[in-house]
């Protein structure tokens, strides 16, 4: 499937050459591996994986509404009531827990299947308004171009698996890994998410 945007093309080339190597990383690790707490975190390292394969369901949520005229917004629920991200994504790691990779995985692929479809029907034009990004733990409220908020999310995949590597000391060096997370989206959010507690990043 072609998009109709060729930003948008490279976003989704993105995406699916980092799942690849996402899927490949996780399936490499052990289960104690796997279940190893991430320092500085409340989530082991298999739940980085739960989280990566449902946050989908919400930016399926943000982006359709650009394709009927409207603007990208995380802070509002399917219902239009307020949508906490970070309460999200920790109920949707918990609850996955305990599932094999392969269930995780099976369900990312058809929420990025739908996602991907939906992407594809974006045109530059669209990419070009604002999206209201409602803010984390870590980030404040702010609106920025779409395609700009794209662009950092295209690295979701190795931004998260340099969490993960946290807790996997023994990996840190392969030189993969090392060149997979060697971009400035990487680095990036990682020098935010080390910043004092307390202190915030504009969006």
Known sequence: MTAKSRAIQGVIEAIIEN?????????SLSEEQLMRPVPDSTWVVRD???????????LLRWFGGVTQGGQ???????????????A????????????????????????????????????????EKPMHFAGDAKRSAG????????????????????DMIKALPERASDPEIVAWLDNPFV?????????????????
Not at 48 to 58: E, G, I, K, R
Request: hydrophobic share 40%; glycine share 6%.
């Open 19 to 27: 799942r690849r190597r996402l899927e490949a990383f996780c399936y």
């Open 48 to 58: 980085f994986a739960a989280h990566l394969d449902t946050l989908d369901t919400a």
């Open 72 to 86: 990208a917004d995380s802070g509002r629920g399917a219902d239009g009531a307020p949508f906490d991200v970070d």
């Open 88 to 127: 999200f994504n920790d109920a949707q790691a918990a609850e996955r827990r305990a599932w094999p990779l392969e269930r995780i995985f099976a369900e990312a692929h058809e929420n990025r299947r739908q996602l991907i479809e939906l992407m594809s029907e974006l045109t530059d034009e669209q990419i």
């Open 143 to 162: 609106d920025l171009p779409l395609k700009l908020f794209l662009a950092g999310w295209a690295q979701h995949d190795p931004i998260h698996v340099a």
């Open 187 to 203: 680095h990036g959010y990682q020098a935010l998410m080390s910043a004092p507690h307390g202190q915030k990043e504009e969006a």
